[in-house]
């Protein structure tokens, strides 16, 4: 089993900066995807941004040019940098991973979810 901690949320004034980090851990043999979702109240969650084992990333449109995905393959982390916040990004940050996990003769598949860290972005 993989679990991911979150950190990083908080409170910020409208134009600020976070950084949110995820860390996983358990028996990892390897991760492919590792992403951010968010979920406002009232709003189904959707993708922010992800990032391959590669390095490949996309984004949501709205946040393209302001947030940056980056992950440490070496501790399994991944991170979120957010510029210029606004307040309608108000939401709980949700980090995403998957992979193999267990053994490397017996790997088997995963995908787990954070639980979740609160961004309030004020205005």
């Known amino acids: 089993q993989v679990q991911l901690v979150e950190s990083g949320g908080g409170l910020v004034q409208a134009g600020g900066s976070l950084t949110l980090s995820c860390a996983a851990s358990?028996?990892?043999?390897?991760?492919?995807?590792m992403g951010w979702y968010r979920q406002a109240p009232g709003h189904e969650r959707e993708l922010v941004a992800r990032?391959?084992?590669?390095?490949?990333?996309n984004y949501v449109d709205s946040v393209k040019g302001r947030f940056t995905i980056s992950r440490d393959n070496a501790k399994h982390t991944v991170y979120l940098q957010m510029n210029s916040l606004k307040p309608e990004e108000t939401a709980v940050y949700y980090c995403?991973?998957?992979?193999?996990?267990?053994?490397?003769?017996?790997?088997?598949?995963?995908?787990?979810w954070g639980q979740g860290t609160q961004v309030t972005v004020s205005s």
């Open positions: 990032i391959t084992s590669g390095g490949s990333t």
């Open positions: 995403y991973a998957d992979g193999h996990s267990g053994s490397y003769v017996y790997p088997r598949p995963f995908a787990s």
């Open positions: 358990g028996s990892i043999v390897g991760i492919n995807n």
